[in-house]
């Protein structure tokens, strides 16, 4: 059964603790992102990869971190440096680096702060 | 700066009518587009695109219009059904350059 697979799909955090959101795809896809879904906001780019051992920094970077060590997983980590974490996560991936692609999105996890 | 504008937070439709959600994008470089459909708590789900050498894309019920010099797009659903209730996404990219750009999306209300 392919597709993307994002887990937990409710996770919480302490304050100063960093939590780290997985984002698993067997479909084979080169390219895969992070976005923060917050009310009203529409979705806010964190990081991105387009190949394995690569990624960039989105429009809201600051207080995370990624790592790609492999195509088919790309986790984020929520740092205890990111002040309002509390929001719904959606990773994402796309077929090919470059060119005009459709993106497809995991369920998506909500972190919430305790 | 928002490169890609959603101006109708909400759009309420009475089941069988048109609905007709806009979006507007200020950067000349874009040159494919894309709708989304989410529903809460689920990730969103690929509607419909157009690339910019196409004025129009149609799909069963949805039809995506892109007018370049206006630099305005739209997505009309018709009939709408009560399942088309969520929110809508559009979304602009180049090539060369995946990460797509999104707008703060629309919230359709179809009422039966």
């Known amino acids: 059964d392919g597709g993307i697979t994002q887990s937990p799909k409710y996770l919480f955090r302490k304050e100063g603790q960093n939590v780290t959101l997985s984002c698993e795809q067997n479909?084979?896809?080169?390219?895969m992102y992070w976005y923060r879904q917050d009310p009203g906001q529409g979705l806010r780019l964190i990081y991105y990869?387009?190949?394995?051992?690569?990624?960039q920094k989105g429009d809201i970077a600051e207080g995370y971190s990624v790592s790609r060590e492999k195509k088919e997983s790309f986790p984020l980590t929520v740092t205890s440096a990111q002040k309002n974490p509390t929001a719904f996560y959606l990773c994402?991936?796309?077929?090919?680096?470059?060119?005009?692609?459709?993106?497809?999105f995991g369920p998506g996890t909500r972190l919430l702060v305790l | 700066d928002q490169q890609v504008k959603q101006n109708s937070p909400s759009l309420s439709v009475q089941e069988g009518r048109i609905s007709i959600l806009n979006c507007d994008y200020t950067?000349?470089?874009?040159?494919?587009f894309l709708w989304y459909k989410k529903y809460p708590a689920e990730g969103p789900t690929f509607l419909i695109s157009?690339?910019?050498?196409?004025d129009k894309n149609e799909d069963g019920r949805f039809t995506v219009f892109l007018n370049k010099s206006a630099k305005h797009l739209s997505l009309h659903i018709v009939p709408s059904q009560p399942g088309d209730s969520a929110v809508y996404f559009c979304?602009?990219?180049?090539?060369?350059?995946?990460?797509?750009?999104f707008g703060k999306g629309t919230r359709l209300s179809v009422i039966a």
């Open positions: 994402a991936t796309t077929p090919r680096q470059g060119g005009m692609e459709t993106q497809y």
């Open positions: 479909l084979n896809h080169d390219a």
């Open positions: 990869s387009q190949i394995v051992n690569d990624f």
């Open positions: 950067n000349s470089m874009f040159d494919y």
């Open positions: 157009i690339s910019s050498i196409k």
């Open positions: 979304a602009a990219t180049f090539s060369g350059n995946t990460p797509l750009v």
